[in-house]
């Protein structure tokens, strides 16, 4: 990975001295990072998608920078580590942007602490880059009852670079009669073998998800999608089954699936699988207890990876079709939400998945969160119905990437 430093030097210290006056910090970003040192007034040699920010590398650079502040990649991230005066620059620098309304932040530490940031901030630029070019597939459309959860396709194409495309679900009723038994079959039956139990569904049941998830792959394939929201519950009327197991498996092999023809929620599936390499859980907020500081989220469908064992479940409201019940590991979680019609606003939160339940009166696969951040945004603010849930600690490079994309966070 290269790592080219935008440098501002003092005119009172040479460009030749700055590794070895802040070769401690140097030697450790070498660790990660092939370092290119570039003098301010060489920007134009550095790479176009290259991973650059600026380094304050002594006091009196304060006017420099300012009059050369469209030469830094937005937002402005200054590192220093304090050495010759650096600090006290980059403070005052920092100011002026966001006195000018410009977003600045400082990276400031020991080596190891500005490294560690350094490496967040890479692993948000990454993805930034990798999301550009996207196609997120809409089969069928939004359900009628999200009538928050709206995005306008241009604006989310101009600032993300990724592309909603529309696929009518006659694409995948037309593929749907085609499949046959033997086209599924064998898969079918591993499936049903690393099941724990399997309650309400029947096997014909099970063969018509199956052959609903062949269909949704093969457009996924033919379409070069990179994640996919199907309309599931005009599947029910017309095929007598759900999504709940399509998604699942798509999940399962790395294709971020969501259902209810969410845009907001298969957007959030999309850059937390990018960001993490993690697939989410997207579930709808069925309990919540303030005084604990505790919800619980609730879905029919959670890819089987994400489980320490799942069961064969039929869908909670309809009671047609298979979904799945998983149990999942105690322990670290995040919930994430992307919102809003251009997907610029976000929450996040890690939190603390403390019980997997069992009401008869929600969706299949539930679990309790001890959510770090307070509970009421729900109450309060929330953005939207549908919330992502993660696997382990993951806020703070979410966080990074989102303001990296100049989001504003919703707490």
């Known amino acids: 990975m290269n790592l ?9 210290n040479k460009m030749e001295s700055v590794y070895d006056c802040h070769k401690d910090l140097f030697v450790e970003i070498e660790k990660y990072f092939t370092l290119h040192l570039i003098h301010y007034k060489e920007v134009e040699t550095i790479p176009e998608d290259a991973y650059k920010m600026a380094f304050i590398a002594s006091g009196g650079v304060e006017k420099t920078v300012t009059q050369h502040f469209d030469l830094l990649p937005y937002p402005i991230t200054l590192l220093t580590d304090g050495l010759q005066n650096s600090l006290a620059a980059s403070l005052e620098i920092a100011t002026w942007m966001r006195n000018k309304g410009m977003k600045a932040r400082i990276i400031h530490g020991s080596p190891m602490h500005m490294v560690k940031q350094i ?38 194409k101009r600032r993300w670079g990724i592309e909603y495309i529309d696929i009518p679900m006659e694409e995948i009723y037309c593929l749907y009669y085609q499949i046959t038994d033997d086209d599924i079959g064998y898969k079918a039956s591993v499936l049903v073998k690393q099941a724990v139990a399997c309650r309400e569904a029947t096997p014909e049941d099970f063969l018509k998800a199956m052959r609903l998830y062949k269909a949704v792959r093969i457009i996924c394939e033919k379409k070069h999608l990179d994640a996919v929201t199907l309309s599931c519950f005009s599947l029910i009327e017309k095929l007598g089954t759900t999504g709940c197991l399509a998604l699942s498996l798509l999940n399962d092999e790395g294709i971020p699936a969501g259902c209810e023809g969410d845009l907001q929620s298969i957007f959030t599936m999309l850059i937390a699988k990018v960001l993490t390499n993690q697939t989410g859980f997207m579930a709808n907020p069925s309990f919540i207890n303030e005084e604990q500081n505790e919800l619980v989220v609730a879905h029919c469908t959670i890819a089987t990876k ?20 998983g149990i999942l590991h105690e322990g670290e979680i995040t919930v994430l939400k992307c919102g809003g019609e251009c997907l610029d606003e976000y929450f996040v939160s890690r939190g603390q998945l403390t019980e997997n339940t069992n009401y008869i009166n929600a969706c299949r696969t539930q679990i309790r969160i001890r959510l770090g951040k307070p509970v009421d945004y729900f109450t309060r603010n929330p953005l939207g119905n549908h919330h992502i849930v993660l696997m382990g600690d993951h806020e703070q490079v979410i966080h990074e990437f989102m303001q990296l994309n100049s989001c504003k966070q919703i707490e």
Do not use: C
Request: charged share 20%.
């Open 119 to 156: 490496l967040s901030h890479h692993q948000a630029f990454a993805a930034k880059r990798e999301i550009k070019g996207k196609r997120i597939g809409v089969i069928g459309y939004p359900s009628s009852w999200l009538v928050a959860s709206n995005v306008d396709y241009l604006l989310a």
């Open 4 to 12: 080219y430093l935008i440098t501002f030097q003092s005119g009172l």
């Open 306 to 325: 994400m489980t320490d064992r799942f069961i064969i479940r039929n869908h909670f409201e309809s009671e047609t079709g298979v979904a799945i019940q």
